[in-house]
């Protein structure tokens, strides 16, 4: 997952791309508000987090509306970083089409947290996205998944959990990470669900076993499974 950091403070950048990377994330960062179109065309990123005053004196809550009017930019997650409380009122009340704010300071732990619920929410609405692994083919835009071109049937649980997996091929994933990933940091539910729910997963997508069982460890999508 990349993110796309606009800021232009040097030391909340930087403090934020050592983070940011420690979870994983590939960090781009501009301190200019005139960057932000360019630079998330070329590059893509599956979430922008968005500082209101910027170094070129564009504000950060135009952006916000430049990138929601913008065919190809408007479905990227945007978390705008507000310096005074007053602002993030105002991110609210304006309808900028941001999908959170975090007023500055803010906690590390907390912004993590918001990032990721804001990418799994946002992550299974990714128009017209198509995942692809080995022969199997994911159509996010209407929810269908093939298998060498035969539609596959899944249940809503097993089609975010294939979907996850689509994003993150060959990556081995604990129960834990799978359970805060698919289901969600505030849901209940056992270990023992994740195995359920990769058994019915398995079964729906049939031979050869395209889900490798990585013991006392996790699982991983793997074409070389079966
Ligand atoms: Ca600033």
Redesign the pocket.
Known sequence: MKILVV???PAIVYMLRYNLEKQGYQVIDTEKGGDVIELATAQKPDLILL?????DNVDGVDVCYALRKNQRLHQIPIIMLT?RAQDGDKVKALGTGADDYMTKPFSIVELLARIKAVLRRAAPMAAGETLKFADLDMDMAQCKVFRSGKPIHLGPTEFRLLHFFMRHPRKVFGRDELLSQVWGDNIHVEDRTVDVHIRRLRRSLGDPDIIRTVRKTGYALDDSAG
């Open positions: 800021e232009d403070e500082d209101w005053r910027l170094a310096a």
